[in-house]
């Protein structure tokens, strides 16, 4: 098996099993239709990317990603919401820019939008 198989199936199995619980939904720019994409939040690296005294949570929203096999691969420009399972308002992110790694995974770096 190939380096970037292997590669391949360990994300993928990252994503079952880490995957968050709400579900985050891509509005292409270019007119392509809305899709919904599995992916794991991942901290922040900075602390002003937290919203300070609420809880909104952060202004830079990181997702970890498969970008391989997406149906319309992720552009800046792009808007990413946020629905949480519970009922509670939706939360939208501009996708800022999409990081992607050698084989095939990648960040997408989000900021919310005011």
Do not use: W
Request: charged fraction near 20%; aromatic fraction near 8%; include cysteine.
């Amino acid at each position: 098996m190939a380096f970037s198989d292997l590669v391949a199936a360990m994300d993928q199995t990252v994503l079952n099993t880490f995957a968050d619980t709400p579900t985050y939904v891509v509005y292409p720019q270019n007119g392509q239709p809305q899709y919904p994409i599995q992916a794991i939040v991942k901290n922040p690296a900075l602390e002003e990317d937290y919203v300070p005294g609420s809880d909104q949570g952060v202004s830079v929203l990181l997702l970890f990603v498969r970008f391989v096999g997406l149906p319309t691969l992720p552009h800046q420009g792009d808007r990413v919401e946020v629905q949480p399972n519970d009922g509670g308002a939706s939360v939208f992110y501009d996708l800022l820019q999409p990081k992607v790694d050698r084989e095939g995974g990648a960040t997408l770096v989000c900021r919310r939008r005011s």
